[in-house]
C-alpha cells in the first residue's frame, strides 16, 4: 500500500509524459548536430497550432454527504470555528431550501460556451466495498450513483450531445481488473448511446504498466488526438 502510494505521488510531482518527449528531442538535437543534419519540426496539434489545453471533470459525487460533518470537524481541530459554522449551517440551509452545491453542470457549461471551449466529464461507478470501521473506506459511500438514474442518464446524453466527451472515471479497484473495467466501460456505452475512450483512474490508482495495457485492451485511449474533436482540447 505504502509502495502503491510513493508511486502515485510521484507520477502527481513529475510530468513524465514530457519528461521522455524532452529528453528524446534533445537525443535527436544533438545526433543531428553531430552529424550535420537539419532539424526539422512539425506541429503535432491540427492547423499548426503550438500547443493544447485541454480541461476535464473528474465527477465523483453528485451530492454533499459526509463532507458537511467531517469538514466541520476537521475545522474545529484546527480551531477554523469559522468555516466550521459555514458547513453547519450550509448543512441545514441546503436541506431546507433543497440546494445541491455539487450540482454545477449547467454553470460550467454556461462558463465553457461563453469561452467557446469545451470540456472531458469522467463519470464514476463505484463498486468498492465500505467498511464502518475503517473511515478510509467511507469515501466509497458518498462516490456512488447509477448511470441509469433519469436525471444522471439525461446529463450524461445533454452533455455529449452538446459537445461535452463523456469519459470513463475507473473505479478504485478497477486498476487490478480488466473486467472489472470492461464492464464499467460497457455500461457508461449503453447509457451514452456511443463509444467511450477517455479514461482516467479514480485516486489516480495505477499498477504500471498493466494499468495501461487493461485500458488499452478495451478500447480506451484508442484514438488519434490530430484527428478528434474530443479529449476537451483548445488548440492554440
Not at 180 to 187: F, M, S
Request: glycine share 6%; hydrophobic share 35%.
Amino acid at each position: 500500500m505504502l509502495k502503491r502510494d510513493s508511486q502515485q505521488r510521484r507520477i502527481a510531482r513529475t510530468p513524465i509524459v514530457d519528461w521522455y518527449e524532452k529528453t528524446l528531442f534533445d537525443l535527436l538535437l544533438y545526433a543531428c548536430q553531430k552529424l550535420n543534419m537539419p532539424l526539422v519540426q512539425k506541429a503535432f496539434w491540427p492547423n499548426d497550432k503550438r500547443f493544447a489545453v485541454c480541461l476535464t471533470h473528474d465527477v465523483d459525487e453528485l451530492k454533499n454527504t459526509y463532507q458537511y460533518f467531517t469538514r466541520s470537524v476537521r475545522h474545529l481541530k484546527s480551531g477554523e470555528f469559522g468555516r466550521a459554522g459555514y458547513h453547519i449551517k450550509s448543512f441545514f440551509s441546503d436541506k431546507l431550501f433543497g440546494r445541491n452545491p455539487y450540482w454545477t453542470f449547467d454553470d460550467i457549461m454556461r462558463i465553457e460556451n461563453e469561452l467557446n471551449v469545451r470540456s472531458t466529464f469522467f463519470f464514476l461507478n463505484e463498486t468498492a466495498k465500505v467498511n464502518i470501521l475503517k473511515p478510509a473506506t467511507w469515501i466509497h459511500y458518498a462516490r456512488r450513483y447509477d448511470f441509469q438514474k433519469p436525471k444522471i442518464a439525461e446529463l450524461i446524453r445533454e452533455l455529449a450531445s452538446k459537445g461535452w466527451e463523456i469519459g470513463l472515471h475507473g473505479s478504485y479497484e478497477s486498476y487490478l481488473d480488466k473486467d472489472k473495467l470492461k464492464e464499467e466501460k460497457e455500461y457508461l456505452e449503453k447509457i451514452l448511446g456511443s463509444k467511450v475512450y477517455g479514461i482516467r483512474q479514480h485516486h489516480l490508482n495505477m499498477k504500471i504498466p498493466e494499468t495501461w495495457k487493461y485500458q488499452e485492451g478495451i478500447g480506451l485511449g484508442n484514438f488519434d488526438l490530430r484527428e478528434s474533436i474530443f479529449c476537451g482540447c483548445k488548440y492554440f
